[in-house]
């Protein structure tokens, strides 16, 4: 099997935890770093270094939304759905988002550089609508400026 | 009236880092209390000072911590809860952005308190500045010798860990948070037994907000009766307040514990967008009940918004201008819960999807004269049987918003259910239209 | 130990017990999903909501342990109401195909359905669409809609089997059991989930669209199939008309008993009830004409094997005579065949076959090694004569280099069972070799006689599991075709011998044989 994390980053997630299976979302999380998604080799790789069944480890990969099955665009953008943003107008970032992509959300584009996905509450309500780009926060955002950060995104 | 107690170092340049935390006075509480207090004068301190948690359901604190037995052999946790998720409330992240010392001296005094030698902090997967900051915090304090074994000299030692929620709301009711530290689904737990007695890797365990432990340094600091003074009889301190909607300075505001909601809305938060009216006010995050623009006239504190049929929950006042679809804003919130439903109990995980079902069908002009009961029923039905309060928190804006714009759920259109009879989809966002 | 009171009924119980378990007790039902006696509790159905004296809200009794001086109420309005819903958030999205279901009859939805639900559905919206027939493996199927997410099945891997086979995955209504993507489902123990799941989202493709579960009558017997001894239901059905490739057995199911199986028994017992209706089953008396062995009525076949004993006895004494008793058999067989073989003919050639093989597969759940039912009962009886032991190897010996001349042998070889391919146990011999057992096996090739016998679930017997624990069982059905149980044909040959076989003589003894109580 394939080694994902060297031996030292294991150790040191393992040191925060009494027990191996406590690590796993740590280790879950330091794999998606590494590769952008867990897939079904990472899956039983980290079941492996857990000493876990993979139907446990699919369990967490599944609940939790962030941690990403298929690999996804060079930039994630999340668009903020929850109420303050709704108020204030999500639905046309939204809606602008998948016109200017050409993508619905959950979708990457054909060149694999945006992934479209919503979120939920971002905290970032005084901030509304607001939109996410991997790990940056942009608002409140209007189509325009959208379309100017998706610019410089190409660019860099 | 503004008072910065909570958030002084905020506008301080690079006020997150330790240099602008110790100018300020930062961990000289720390020292001071590992000198020269034991950790039952630290308990009784914050009994005194009426400081109540501001996670959301306002339990008084030091009396969470005396849940906790003093004779287990067991070792004890004490868990951050900083997976701050509920829609309208952003406070948590501002102060791990702005202030994270704050909350990391809090999370010392306070295990120190308890008696625990491990600390985790859950931080929103999502929060990555937030996260970065913490982290970094944890990191100077360790290097200055807050943190680690023998603290500052003194026989006590703590170690404080970061553990990285994933996305899921309910990952921050407390024991869905300790399931998910101990790796596994969020899937919150039978109580009893309490966390306090068989938590974390069955283990005594404290769950505490962000917010709450942030104010102990203050309370250890200043004292008991100056923090008590702050707010009100049942409850002592300011409240992060944080406003959004259809409100011109949307964002966080340090208030005294039972500020008047109108006075918040007009003062701080400039009033409402475009000069409109109000139509409602969900006064303290998605799961507390709505206010309709009659019963704005109420002080911002637990007791008056409880006896009012709504709570002060996180704090998070989310401002609805005339002419939002009421429709539309609940079927949002009913998403979110649903969305975030752990699936694990029958009531919340067929109740939350039936209401989206019910309410989806309004909105496509198909409603019937029974949806507004069936809505209420079934909502009726959720609360109280669920393993944790989400069931109940999706049940309350049913509840309310169906009871009090019921006009809005009945066939036909209804006052602010957009344009014409014909094309039947209103906008969550009134504003524009 | 605290006292509590459930509907006006009294009870202490031990503390630590939950609602539910003291209510059981009292014989009162609380209708459940996710609770199961054998799993820890999960709390999650949320349908064993009861009224709780002092306690404002409804309290799951699954998840409530009992405090002295509790006053429970399970039939008020508020628990009959709280029912009806959690029924009703079920219903909605179930598809209520009982008539095709395979579980209709014993699910407990359908159960609590006619019991308390409300008739008139106010559903109007669209119900899920989930995986219909779904193989989790070489036994299960999978039906998603029916599904109701107790995680019975789940915490039945994680907490008995040891492996934790399945997951539900995802999360809020879109939850759904499953195994790891692509992994198929295969465990000694699988069965159970189908017997533990409340509903028909697990069934048996096995036992699936054979019987209609209202049609088969029960019985109750003890599995044959290793030492442990596990008490099961034998689930068969009498009547030709509605019998399906002739078989009279659909299932064993486990038969709850905390001292020795608890809920559960593995699949090669469970599976085992094909072995009483299979094509191997010997149904009629078999006697040998050249190369050929033919059917005979009983009459014939026991005179003919008094003639060859009795020929035997007189031409080469006792000691030409030989009896080898597999560790199948019941006490009860045993006895018979001691008090007519040693007692009454004087023979000491007696063993007991069937080794226990010490590379056989043994786990800490329950398949013992020992792949034999009644090693431990033939070993209180004293099988074998006391101060001249004849090993099974010295009888086999004897019976090898023509010493002995008759060889009769009871009982199957649990060998047979487990590996159909394996060796005959009987070696090659030139003498008379006479077989009473239930299933053909290799050595007919070599029997002059073989005399059909019951199997356990057709007759009355006692066999003693590998702890000592005593387990009686009476006879479930009638032995197949023109088969008797065991003790009869002995006692049919005493006859034939001139030796009564009076019932008592293997009849056993109260103070050594008491059954161990069952629960
Ligand atoms: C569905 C749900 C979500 C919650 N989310 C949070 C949260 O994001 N942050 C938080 O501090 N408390 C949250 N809580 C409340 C916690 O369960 C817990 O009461 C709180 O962390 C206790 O801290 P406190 O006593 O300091 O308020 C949530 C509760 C529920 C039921
Ligand atoms: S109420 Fe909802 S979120 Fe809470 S345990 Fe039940 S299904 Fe999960
Ligand atoms: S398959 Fe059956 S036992 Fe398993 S979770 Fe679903 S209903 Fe429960
Ligand atoms: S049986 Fe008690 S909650 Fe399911």
């Known amino acids: 099997m394939q080694q994902i994390l060297s031996k030292n980053e294991v150790q040191e997630l393992l040191g925060r935890y009494p027990n191996k299976e406590a690590a796993l979302m740590p280790v879950l999380r330091a794999i998606q770093m590494k590769e952008g998604h867990i897939s079904k ?69 054909a060149d694999k550089c945006f992934t479209l996905e919503t979120a939920e509450c971002l905290a970032c309500c005084d901030q509304a609508p607001s939109v996410m780009i991997n790990d940056e926060l942009f608002g409140p955002v209007t189509p325009e400026e959208l379309d100017g950060i998706l610019e410089e995104k190409m660019k860099g | 009236m503004i008072v910065k107690v909570l958030t002084r170092n905020f506008d301080k340049p690079d006020s997150h880092t330790l240099a602008v935390y110790e100018a300020g006075g930062g961990y000289r509480t720390l020292r001071k209390v590992l000198e020269s207090w034991t950790p039952e004068q630290v308990v009784e301190e914050v009994k005194a000072s009426n400081l109540r948690g501001r996670g959301g359901a306002g339990f008084p604190t030091a009396i969470k911590w005396g849940f906790v037995p003093k004779d287990s052999p067991k070792p004890k946790y004490i868990c951050v809860n900083a997976d701050e998720g509920e829609p309208g409330t952003f406070k948590d992240r501002h102060i791990m952005e702005q202030d994270p010392h704050l909350m990391v001296e809090g999370t010392i005094l306070s295990a120190y308190a308890i008696g625990v030698q491990t ?18 915090a944890i990191a100077e304090a360790y290097a200055k010798g807050y943190l680690g074994e023998n603290i500052l000299g003194s026989s006590y030692s703590l170690d404080i860990h970061v553990h990285y929620g994933a996305g899921s709301y309910i990952c921050g009711e407390e024991t869905a948070l300790i399931e998910s530290i101990e790796g596994k689904k969020g899937w919150p737990r039978v109580k009893p037994p309490f966390p306090a007695v068989e938590g974390l890797f069955g283990c005594p365990t404290v769950v505490n907000n962000v917010e709450t432990l942030a104010n102990v340094p203050l309370i250890l600091d200043k004292g008991a009766a100056w923090f008590a003074g702050l707010g009100t009889e049942k409850s002592g301190g300011t409240k992060l307040f944080t406003i959004s909607g259809h409100v011109n300075r949307p964002g966080l505001y340090e208030l005294p514990m039972g500020t008047p909601l109108l006075e918040m809305i007009e003062e701080q938060a400039g009033g409402v967008t475009g000069g409109k009216k109000i139509k409602a006010v969900i006064p303290g995050g998605a799961s507390c009940p709505v206010l309709a623009a009659h019963e704005l006239d109420i002080k911002m504190d637990f007791n008056t918004l409880m006896a009012a049929g709504s709570m002060l929950g996180s704090g998070g006042v989310i401002v609805l201008a005339e002419g939002t679809s009421m429709l539309a804003a609940l079927l949002n919130l009913e998403r979110f819960f649903a969305h975030e439903s752990c699936g694990q109990c029958t009531p919340c995980r067929e109740g939350t999807r039936w209401i989206v079902q019910i309410l989806e069908r309004i909105e496509r002009g198909e409603g019937t004269a029974g949806d507004p009961d069936t809505l209420i029923d079934i909502a009726e039905h959720m609360a109280g049987r669920t393993v944790c309060p989400l069931g109940e928190a999706a049940a309350g804006p049913v509840k309310s918003f169906v009871k009090k714009f019921r006009d809005e759920f009945l066939p036909g259109p209804g006052p602010d259910a957009g344009p014409s009879g014909t094309e039947h989809h209103p906008q969550v966002a009134g504003q524009d239209g | 130990m605290p006292t509590i ?20 007790r009292l014989g009162i039902h609380i209708p459940r999903f996710c609770y199961h006696p054998g799993l820890s509790p999960a709390g999650s159905c949320r349908m064993c909501m009861v009224e709780i ?57 359908q159960d609590y359905y006619t019991e308390y639900a409300r008739y008139t559905s106010r559903f109007l919206e669209t119900r899920w669409r989930k995986r219909k027939v779904f193989i989790l493996g070489p036994t299960i199927v999978m039906d998603e809609e029916r599904c109701v997410l107790c995680s019975r099945c789940v915490r039945f891997f994680e907490e008995v089997s040891g492996v934790r086979r399945l997951g539900i995955f995802q999360r809020g209504s879109e939850a759904y059991l499953s195994t790891y993507p ?63 490739n002739d078989s009279r057995v659909y299932r064993f199911r486990p038969r709850f008993n905390t001292k020795v199986n608890d809920y559960w028994m593995c699949d090669t017992g469970r599976y085992g009830y094909k072995s009483l209706d299979a094509a191997e089953r010997i149904r009629e008396p078999l006697l ?69 093989d010490p590379s056989a597969f043994e786990d800490a759940i329950l398949i013992r090694r020992d792949r034999a039912p009644n090693r431990r009962g033939l070993e209180m009886i004293g099988m074998v004569p006391k101060g001249e032991d004849v090993p099974a190897g010295q009888l086999a010996a004897g019976w090898a280099t023509g010493r002995i001349k008759l060889l009769y042998v009871l009982g199957d070889d649990p060998a047979r069972f487990h590996n159909p391919q394996g060796p005959s146990p009987i070696p090659a011999g030139e003498g ?88």
Not at chain 3, 462 to 482: I, K, M, S
Request: proline letters at 5%.
């Open chain 1, 41 to 109: 080799e990472a899956e039983h790789y980290a079941a492996a270094i857990l000493e876990l069944h993979p139907s446990r480890v699919r369990e967490v990969v599944a609940f939790y939304s962030m941690f990403r099955e298929k690999p996804e665009g060079k930039h994630l953008i999340l668009v903020c759905e929850s109420i303050s943003c709704a108020l204030l107008g999500s639905e046309t970032i939204l809606e602008h988002l998948k016109k200017r992509l050409a993508i619905g959300v959950g979708e990457t584009t």
């Open chain 2, 119 to 136: 600390a985790y902090i859950y931080i929103r997967g999502e929060f990555v500045l937030a996260g970065e900051r913490t982290e970094a």
């Open chain 3, 5 to 24: 009171e459930i509907d006006g009924k009294i009870i202490t119980v031990e503390p630590g017990l939950t609602v539910i378990q003291a209510a059981d």
């Open chain 3, 53 to 109: 004296e002092k306690i404002p809200k409804l309290q799951t009794a699954c998840t409530t342990p009992v405090v002295n001086g509790m006053v429970v109420r399970t039939d008020t309005e508020a628990v009959q109401d709280a029912r009806r819903s959690i029924l009703e958030y079920l219903l909605i999205n179930h598809p209520i195909d009982c008539p095709i279901c395979d579980k209709s009859g014993e699910c407990l939805l």
């Open chain 3, 182 to 244: 692509g992994e198929v489902l295969e465990d000694l123990y699988c069965g159970n989930i189908v017997d533990i799941c409340p509903v028909g989202a697990l069934t048996d493709r096995d036992f699936r669209f054979n019987q209609r579960v209202w049609m088969l009558k029960r019985g109750h017997s003890i599995c044959p199939f290793c030492a442990r001894g596990c008490n099961i239901i034998v689930d068969f059905n009498e009547d030709s008309d509605i019998q399906v």
């Open chain 3, 288 to 356: 040998r004409e050249g190369k050929r062995l033919i059917p005979v009525g009983w009459d014939r076949i026991i005179k003919r094997a008094a003639l060859r004993i009795r020929e035997t006895l007189a031409s080469h004494g006792p000691e030409g005579v030989g009896v080898l008793v597999h560790p199948t058999v019941a006490c009860e067989t045993a006895l018979a065949t001691r008090e007519l073989f040693v007692e009454q003919l004087g023979i000491r050639n007696m063993s007991t076959g069937f080794p226990v």
């Open chain 3, 432 to 519: 008379i070799l006479i077989l009473q057992k239930s299933t053909a096996g290799p050595e007919d090739a070599r029997a002059r006689m073989v005399l059909p016998a019951a199997m356990p679930a057709e007759e009355d017997g006692t066999f003693v599991n590998f702890e000592g624990r005593v387990q009686h069982f009476d006879a479930a059905l009638a032995p197949l075709g023109e088969a008797l149980p065991a003790c009869e044909i002995l006692r049919r040959l005493g006859e034939a011998l001139k030796v009564e076989l009076h019932p008592e003589c293997w009849r056993l003894g109260q103070e050594t044989w008491a059954p161990s109580s069952s629960s």
